[in-house]
């Protein structure tokens, strides 16, 4: 009897058992993008802007995405293709410091716009599944069930730069943002100052995402076998504890230091290689 196939690159004389029909996303367009946010206004919680307004310096330390929100639109003069706008939110944390040099930890919210175009084919039929409870369905939910899916993938930013402007300052061009959502705003510990009042905040960001639209679709698969998991379950309430330890690999790299000093694996590894 063959073996059976595992998950992973299939050899060429895997045996094909049947081909199934499934239900799932088709990916029909994609893009990555590296962009570089300058100077994205960043606004304080109440207590981060009084800290601001007396500080001599500020330092960054990390910045979260918190939430990107997205909508899809047709083109009219390109049939299938779509537009889709992106607004990230990102949570930026330093410090600012005193004429004593005391650091005081300040934080705020940042915003920022995309508009990407990608083809995402045509379907007119309206999709309905009785996971969706007819008291939850809104007239635009059946309006753009017709539309592609967009999905956003992002990692959190690098902090490229932050710096602080006077109010009588010159400072760079950019939207106001006039509201925010309150899951949002909850996310923080305090009131956010969306005024233009006391010194202003910007930052500079370097962000990786991928975006793409996407269909349910019913696609003709080959099928191997059912995948079953080959690993035994290992779980931390077992009453011997030597069987749990002998479970635990020994940590050469401990007591044996490298001879070399790999590369960088990732764009964080390269950016604290700098720092």
Same mark, same amino acid.
């Given at each position: ?46 207590? #981060? ?6 500080? +001599?310096? %500020? /330092?960054?330390? $990390?910045?979260?995405?918190?939430? *990107? @929100? !997205?909508?899809?639109?047709?083109? #009219? ?6 537009? +889709?706008? %992106? /607004?990230?939110? $990102?949570?930026?944390?330093?410090? *600012? @410091? !005193? ?15 995309? /508009? ?160």
């Amino acid at each position: 009897m063959p073996s059976r196939v595992t998950p992973g690159p299939v050899q060429n004389d895997a045996c094909i058992r049947e081909a199934v029909c499934i239900h799932t996303s088709k990916i029909y367009d994609s893009c990555k993008d590296k962009d570089c946010l300058e100077d994205l206004r960043v606004y304080l919680t109440a207590s #981060s802007q009084s800290a601001v307004d007396n500080a +001599v310096n %500020i /330092r960054s330390r $990390y910045a979260e995405l918190l939430y *990107a @929100s !997205t909508s899809v639109e047709p083109v #009219s003069f390109n049939r299938g293709y779509y537009t +889709v706008d %992106i /607004r990230f939110f $990102y949570r930026i944390t330093g410090e *600012a @410091s !005193t004429v004593t040099n005391q650091s005081i930890p300040i934080t705020g919210l940042a915003t920022f716009d995309k /508009r990407v175009l990608l083809f995402g084919s045509e379907g007119n039929a309206k999709v309905f599944t009785s996971a969706t409870s007819p008291s939850n369905i809104t007239s635009q939910m059946i309006e753009q069930s017709s539309l592609p899916t967009a999905i956003v993938e992002a990692v959190d930013p690098i902090i490229l730069d932050l710096k602080f402007m006077d109010a009588l300052q010159c400072v760079p061009s950019g939207y106001e943002v006039l509201e925010v959502p309150s899951f949002i705003s909850d996310m923080f510990d305090g009131q956010l100052v969306l005024d233009s009042s006391g010194r202003k905040v910007f930052v500079t960001l370097g962000q990786f995402s991928i975006v793409r639209l996407e269909r349910d679709s019913q696609l003709l698969m080959p099928v191997y076998d059912y995948c079953l998991p080959d690993k035994e379950c290992v779980g931390t309430g077992s009453n011997d504890p030597c069987t749990l330890f002998s479970r635990i690999d020994f940590p050469v790299d401990e007591f044996f230091p490298p001879d070399t000093i790999s590369c960088p694996e990732d764009y964080r590894d390269i950016l604290n290689s700098n720092n």
